[in-house]
């Protein structure tokens, strides 16, 4: 043994020899006992983690026993769970072998005895150990077969709780509310139709607008999310959606998650709708009083039959007359109390619900994130959209980009520079934004450059987009606002600076802001010189890959699912043992059983103590508990 001084603290470092090969043990601190209890040349069983570093097989803080009694030894040949430990428990005196033996005591005193929520029938048809053994069996292990199979309980149950409650919340939906059953399709859908459709719809999209027509004409509440990549036309499903309500005699309420957006939803539908004579509102936080006051009167007397806004929709002043249908586009972008504050406008029955959304949600995700929906796949783009050449650059061929950049504006393109949003420090957004806005001036001084972001006021907002729009402005420069709702088929050109602290499935959206017209469109992603390798093949998957859903799946996979989804709205409690991409198979077995329990007795009114516990869940990670 020796100890080594390491940063002026001493290790001790020694090595195990099993008559085959050597292995280091290390000790960073503690380790005064060690030199005292044992010296060179004894033969002791030695318990740790191994690990493999450089070259070198090694145990931090191993226990080590005296080969002295062969009892003894036995009593210690035996699997060992290996429990995450933090510094403060360590000082505490809580180390691994501390935690083994309370488990050891604390099932002696009680066997580890508590009620099970998962019913027995449920245990029985899965293959599931009952709660008491599987605890048993993962703390205090006589084999690694039956640690696997209380692994495998345990994540059964993680998913299986939480289909539960989506499943609950799907049926209380279906059988407590009521919504108005619009039995024709009313005579709207077949004017606009036949009459004003600018284009053709795609076999995807026509198969979606069945599927909202049947929901539609139930008196039972339509909840049906529309997935789509970038591109695929959901606006115009929305739309035809919109028809069936308002010709039905029914107001329709669109709330989109920004202003930017919701303006651009505003414009589309009015265009669209003016041929028919369909009067549409836009009601923002930024509407000036008396247009504000107009709005209201006309939703309150039902003379303004479609409406289109941010929050501003659902706030106490607002009355509908007979709201039939809303539509949130990026709804996981709103909380589950913000969507039920609109649909309460619509008291004393339930509107129908549409929701859009932009982000393609990979399968391994759709029966966690959208469990008490149904869901619609939108996944055919409308013909003539152009494929898009997609660039990897780092800053050490800033010129190259620049030179391809002149390029198109000399032709009479237009373009995008995105930067992106700092959360720690809006005004370190801000400053980055501006500081690229100069830049880009001072390199194309021939050009109008205009500039957009999140802190600016509606008016300005809108006043830039639409100078960029009519093609008074060649560059735009800006963060992700313009992510969704910016739709100018003339810029060809997207430049995201710092692409590496964006998610793919953002750059995968951005992306969509160009190809959108006749002309070859570029995407170019920047990164810094000094980029890991690892991190530029992950951006250069969007080189390989257009598909969204693809996309996604790749970004699932290297985030994760909180920082894909975004943690505050993902709407997914934290798996503390199951993995929601490697653990597929077992998420679909919880949700068959769910399924089968929620059928049988949706109430719970025979499993109390499963109704009991899934009530302490719910609040756990804050989801909602659906009651009768």
């Avoid at 709708?273 to 309150?300: D, K, N």
């Avoid at 780092?394 to 032709?411: D, F, G, S």
């Avoid at 709205?569 to 993995?579: M, N």
Wanted: glycine fraction near 6%; proline fraction near 6%; aromatic fraction near 10%.
């Amino acid at each position: 043994m020796r100890a080594l001084p390491k940063s002026q603290r001493a290790i001790l470092s020694t090595t195990l020899y099993d008559g085959q090969a050597w292995m280091e043990l290390v000790w960073y601190h503690g380790w005064d006992w060690i030199r005292q209890k044992f010296t060179a040349g004894q033969e002791v069983l030695c318990i740790g983690q191994p690990t493999f570093q450089k070259g070198t097989l090694r145990i931090a803080h191993p226990e080590l026993l005296l080969l002295t009694e062969a009892q003894q030894t036995q009593t210690f040949l035996r699997i060992y769970p290996i429990y995450p430990l933090t510094e403060k428990l360590r000082q505490m005196g809580l180390d691994k072998k501390r935690f083994r033996s309370l488990y050891e005591e604390l099932y002696r005193l009680t066997r580890f005895e508590r009620p099970d929520p998962i019913p027995e029938s449920l245990r029985t048809r899965y293959g599931l150990l009952p709660l008491p053994e599987a605890l048993r069996a993962l703390h205090l292990p006589t084999s690694l077969e039956e640690t696997e199979k209380a692994l495998h309980r345990f994540k059964f149950e993680e998913f299986f709780y939480l289909q539960v409650l989506l499943l609950r919340r799907k049926y209380f939906l279906k059988s407590q509310y009521t919504a108005p059953a619009f039995k024709e399709v009313g005579p709207l859908v077949h004017e606009f139709y036949h009459k004003y459709l600018p284009f053709s719809l795609t076999n995807a999209q026509k198969r979606v607008i069945k599927e909202i027509r049947a929901d539609m004409a139930l008196s039972t509440p339509m909840n049906r999310l529309i997935q789509g990549d970038v591109g695929s036309g959901k606006t115009i499903v929305a739309l035809f959606a919109a028809l069936i309500a308002i010709g039905n005699g029914y107001q329709v309420a669109l709330m989109a998650p920004t202003e930017v957006l919701a303006e651009q939803h505003a414009r589309s539908f009015r265009k669209w709708l003016s041929s028919l004579g369909i009067p549409v509102g836009l009601l923002l936080s930024s509407t000036r009083p008396a247009e504000r006051r107009r709005i209201l009167a006309q939703l309150a007397t039902g003379e303004l039959p479609c409406v289109i806004g941010t929050h501003a929709l659902f706030q106490d002043k607002v009355q509908y007359a007979r709201l039939g249908l809303t539509i949130i586009d990026e709804q996981h972008k709103f909380g589950v109390k913000q969507r039920a504050a609109l649909w309460e406008k619509a008291h004393p029955y339930r509107p129908h619900n549409l929701l859009l959304t932009a982000t393609p949600i990979p399968r391994t995700l759709a029966l966690s994130v959208y469990g008490d929906v149904d869901v619609s796949i939108i996944d055919e783009l409308p013909p003539g959209r152009q494929p898009i050449q997609t660039l990897v650059r780092t800053e050490a061929h800033r010129r190259e980009v620049w030179n391809l950049l002149r390029a198109e504006l000399q032709k009479g393109r237009q373009a995008y520079i995105i930067y992106p949003l700092v959360e720690e420090s809006e005004k370190l957004a801000l400053k980055a934004v501006e500081e690229g806005y100069a830049l880009v001036q001072q390199t194309f001084p021939e050009y109008k450059v205009g500039m957009i972001h999140g802190r600016m006021n509606s008016e300005r907002k809108e006043r830039e987009m639409q100078l960029f729009k009519m093609g008074h402005t060649h560059i735009l420069v800006g963060t992700t606002v313009v992510e969704v709702g910016v739709d100018v088929p003339n810029a060809t050109v997207l430049i995201v600076e710092h692409a590496d602290r964006f998610g793919l499935s953002q750059l995968h959206q951005l992306r969509g802001r160009v190809g959108r017209g006749a002309h070859a469109s570029y995407a170019i992603f920047m990164a810094p010189n000094d980029l890991s390798d690892t991190a530029l093949q992950r951006l250069k998957a969007l080189v390989q890959y257009q598909d969204g859903f693809h996309i996604a799946e790749i970004d699932l996979k290297l985030r994760g699912p909180g920082d894909f989804l975004g943690t505050k709205q993902s709407g997914l409690p934290e798996f503390k043992v199951a993995d929601i991409i490697e653990d597929q198979p077992i998420l679909r077995q919880a949700r068959q059983a769910a399924q089968e329990l929620v059928n049988e007795d949706p109430h719970l009114y025979r499993y109390p103590d499963l109704l009991g516990f899934l009530g302490q869940y719910a609040a756990r990670h804050s989801l909602e508990l659906f009651t009768a």
